[in-house]
């Protein structure tokens, strides 16, 4: 297995201003909270993330609350942020926040949903 690229503080806080808003770096993770609208949506969320991270074969760390998932996300083979991290918040992002868009046949769920927190 070829050597992973360890990105630098400024690297990685430059990715995510141009890449990844609402995320933060924090004591060398990545990290972003979502709120959820109740404990059954809080599971869902981890169950999804979990379902992508094991097909990408790269595990997030998790914090499940009533209606709060915070996902952390460093290689720690690398020890660090890699390029693995960037792809599979930015899969996390776009499947945590998707809603059905106007003009779909999906109703949507008639509550609050996920959200950035």
Request: no cysteine; hydrophobic share 40%; charged share 25%.
């Amino acid at each position: 297995m070829p050597e992973e690229r360890v990105y630098t503080e400024a690297e990685i806080n430059q990715r995510i201003a141009n890449e990844l808003p609402g995320w933060e770096l924090r004591e060398g993770w990545l990290r972003r909270s979502y709120a959820t609208p109740g404990f059954p949506h809080t599971m869902l969320l981890a169950n999804t993330i979990a379902y992508i991270a094991e097909a990408a074969w790269h595990h997030p760390d998790l914090n499940l609350g009533y209606a709060k998932v915070t996902v952390k996300l460093q290689t720690h083979s690398a020890r660090g942020i890699t390029d693995k991290d960037f792809e599979l918040a930015k899969r996390i992002e776009e499947i945590a926040l998707w809603k059905p868009g106007e003009g779909s046949a999906f109703d949507g769920f008639p509550k609050n949903w996920v959200r950035g927190s």
